[in-house]
């Protein structure tokens, strides 16, 4: 199971950026497909994005397309969430995910991901 802490999470001004960083303690990093999620009160777990072991190669969810930029450092074992042009409906816990086994890309299966954080407070106000 990967080890990971998110930081970065705070409170923002609609409109504004923020960008979220992921530390990882895991081997075999480079090869580890990483994802972010996210979950306001209330609501299931969402899926925002996820990198592949190929860094440009990334996906996103609807919502976030053209405002967020999943990347990854595997010299730090790291991912990174940058988020511009935040809104309200943004606000959420946000957690990093690492998949389960090695070579494999879950996307938006949660079942395929291992060593969730506690993650970090995003909070965006109007």
């Known amino acids: 199971q990967v080890q990971l802490v998110e930081s970065g999470g705070g409170l923002v001004q609609a409109g504004g950026s923020l960008r979220l960083s992921c530390a990882a303690s895991?081997?075999?990093?480079?090869?580890?497909?990483m994802a972010w999620f996210r979950q306001a009160p209330g609501k299931e777990r969402e899926f925002v994005g996820d990198?592949?072991?190929?860094?440009?190669?990334?996906d996103y969810a609807n919502s976030v397309k053209g405002r967020f930029t999943i990347s990854r450092d595997n010299a730090k074992n790291a991912v990174y969430l940058q988020m511009n042009s935040l809104k309200p409906e943004d606000t959420a816990i946000y957690y990093c995910?690492?998949?389960?086994?090695?070579?494999?890309?879950?996307?938006?299966?949660?079942?395929?991901?291992?060593?969730w954080g506690q993650g970090t407070q995003v909070t965006v106000f109007s």
């Open positions: 995910a690492a998949a389960a086994k090695i070579w494999s890309r879950p996307r938006t299966n949660i079942n395929g991901y291992a060593g």
């Open positions: 895991a081997a075999s990093f480079a090869g580890i497909a």
């Open positions: 990198i592949s072991w190929i860094p440009s190669s990334t």
